[in-house]
């Protein structure tokens, strides 16, 4: 496929999509989505998948933008990255809406 016939938006789409594509990406999203941030280590002791798992979905997430970590040695605190969670709720909203 010739990438220049592929938009900036499809491609912020996709990439948004992606990250969301796993059932305990999505947990993780709706849970900081209702409530201001959380643990790393709190994750760990909810969900039940081994530390290292989560901590790959934790990147694909902060890779994407829609999540942040500050380091609070020992611990990561993860918030939704605000700008970039909206951005990908009105891209979605707007494909949708074609």
């Known amino acids: 496929m010739h990438e220049d016939i592929l938009t900036?938006?499809?491609?912020?789409?996709?990439?948004?999509?992606?990250?969301?594509?796993?059932?305990v990406r999505m947990y993780i999203?709706?849970?900081l989505s209702r409530q201001a941030c959380c643990y790393s280590g709190d994750?760990?002791?909810i969900l039940p998948?081994?530390?290292?798992t989560l901590s790959q979905h934790l990147s694909?997430?902060?890779e994407a933008g829609l999540?942040?970590?500050e380091i609070h040695p020992p611990k990561i605190k993860y918030c939704i990255n605000r700008e970039?969670?909206?951005?990908?709720?009105a891209l979605m909203r707007e494909f949708y809406d074609l």
């Open 8 to 23: 900036n938006r499809q491609r912020k789409i996709a990439r948004y999509a992606k990250a969301m594509a796993h059932p």
């Open 29 to 31: 999203l709706e849970l």
């Open 43 to 45: 994750l760990a002791d």
């Open 49 to 52: 998948i081994a530390r290292s």
């Open 60 to 62: 694909e997430l902060k």
């Open 67 to 69: 999540i942040q970590g």
């Open 84 to 89: 970039h969670f909206d951005e990908a709720r």
